[in-house]
């Protein structure tokens, strides 16, 4: 089969390798979408501990090709998805359900070959039927389970007034699941016009430009501040502004992946004195479930957020646009 392996970092190549059979407990799905994903652009730079070579690609979805001999509740032909985070159930934190905090963690496109190929091998347990959900729809799955993650660690309030740093994909999953979860109202602030148009169609109540008048606007708009501000873009000096914003009482979700070394400055007196809280959020945790009803019920509307589709032979070129936004991009799908 034809798969995208990134060989070693910055280096990818298309390649034939041969195509997965499933052990007693493995499915092997046909791919017929795998989403882009910022991880992805990490295991192509290289930029932490990888294990090369690998294929890529976590946010996967297709039909069941062959299931192995102890598998009973799925059949070839099924629709599916999979959750890419693989627990061994019996370690420190699996015990405590702590699965993504797993010691012996395995990621499907991460340390095991994933779905930027014509077909993935994964472990029936991690599989989820996906019915009548529209493919396109589905490939959203994985990042709204994170999206549904964070926000059940944070939990904010009915009424509350929220600010979020970033319009891509992620911050606009995260708009729509907060206005869902009853925010009074949601303020999205993003270089890209272009994305804070989208956010407004999608119901964001105010949206601002960030440029030299954005600390003025917001100062405008909630005087006393937000009572959650969100990180969506994993930029080291905005994440540290978003302790600037957050009104007393309330909390900093910090959602965007910055680089592993960045640290930024905040005063501890400042979140004492304020009795602020910040979360982190780490992938999901047994959140597909969630993720899928919100999708099938059309809570949650993610057709607008896919910005491109590319054939995988042309991945290279797919990851060098994420990579540099040479043109405005928002969720990239890749079809083998
Ligand atoms: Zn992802
Ligand atoms: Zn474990």
């Known amino acids: 089969m034809r798969a995208a392996v990134i060989e070693t970092p910055g280096h990818l190549r298309m390649q034939d390798v041969v195509a997965p059979s499933p052990g007693p407990d493995d499915v092997v799905i046909d791919v017929a979408l795998t989403g882009l994903c910022g991880t992805d652009l990490h295991i192509y730079a290289g930029e932490l501990n990888y294990v090369y070579p690998i294929i890529p690609g976590h946010e996967v979805v297709?039909?069941?090709?062959?299931?192995?001999?102890?598998?009973?509740?799925?059949?070839?032909?099924?629709?599916?998805?999979?959750?890419?985070?693989i627990p061994c159930g019996h370690c420190h934190f699996c015990r405590r359900l702590r699965f993504n905090h797993c010691l012996n963690w395995q990621g499907v496109g991460v340390t095991r070959h994933g779905g930027f190929a014509e077909q993935v091998l994964v472990p029936a347990k991690v599989v989820y039927p996906i019915g009548d959900l529209p493919l396109e729809q589905a490939a959203f799955i994985?990042?709204?389970?994170?999206?549904?993650?964070?926000?059940?660690?944070?939990?904010?309030?009915?009424?509350?007034?929220?600010?979020?740093?970033?319009?891509?994909?992620?911050?606009?999953?995260?708009?729509?699941?907060?206005?869902?979860?009853?925010?009074?109202?949601v303020t999205v602030t993003d270089l890209q016009p272009e994305r804070l148009a989208l956010a407004r169609r999608l119901g964001a109540e105010e949206t601002v430009q960030a440029d030299e008048g954005q600390a003025a606007a917001l100062r405008?708009?909630?005087?006393?501040?937000?009572?959650?501000?969100?990180?969506?873009?994993?930029?080291?000096?905005?994440?540290?502004?978003?302790?600037?914003?957050?009104?007393?009482?309330?909390?900093?979700?910090?959602?965007?992946?910055?680089?592993?070394?960045?640290t930024i400055p905040f005063s501890p007196f400042h979140?004492?004195?304020?009795?602020?809280?910040?979360?982190?959020?780490?992938?999901?945790?047994?959140?597909?479930?969630?993720?899928?009803?919100?999708?099938?019920?059309?809570?949650?509307?993610?057709t607008p957020l896919v910005s491109h589709r590319f054939?995988?032979?042309?991945?290279?070129?797919?990851?060098?646009?994420?990579?540099?936004?040479?043109?405005?991009?928002?969720?990239?799908?890749?079809?083998?």
């Open 311 to 336: 054939p995988l032979e042309q991945l290279p070129a797919a990851l060098e646009l994420a990579h540099t936004q040479s043109e405005p991009s928002a969720k990239i799908l890749i079809a083998p």
């Open 142 to 185: 994985e990042p709204l389970s994170c999206v549904v993650y964070g926000l059940q660690r944070a939990t904010p309030a009915l009424g509350d007034r929220i600010l979020i740093f970033g319009a891509g994909p992620i911050g606009l999953l995260l708009m729509q699941c907060l206005r869902r979860g009853g925010a009074a109202h």
């Open 62 to 85: 297709g039909t069941i090709a062959a299931v192995g001999a102890n598998v009973s509740d799925l059949q070839p032909g099924m629709p599916v998805t999979f959750d890419p985070n």
């Open 271 to 302: 979140l004492y004195r304020r009795d602020i809280s910040v979360y982190g959020s780490f992938a999901l945790n047994v959140t597909f479930g969630p993720a899928i009803e919100l999708l099938r019920s059309g809570a949650v509307d993610v």
């Open 220 to 262: 405008e708009h909630a005087p006393y501040g937000y009572d959650m501000v969100v990180d969506a873009t994993g930029v080291p000096a905005v994440a540290a502004r978003c302790f600037d914003y957050v009104t007393p009482g309330g909390k900093v979700l910090l959602f965007g992946v910055c680089p592993e070394d960045a």
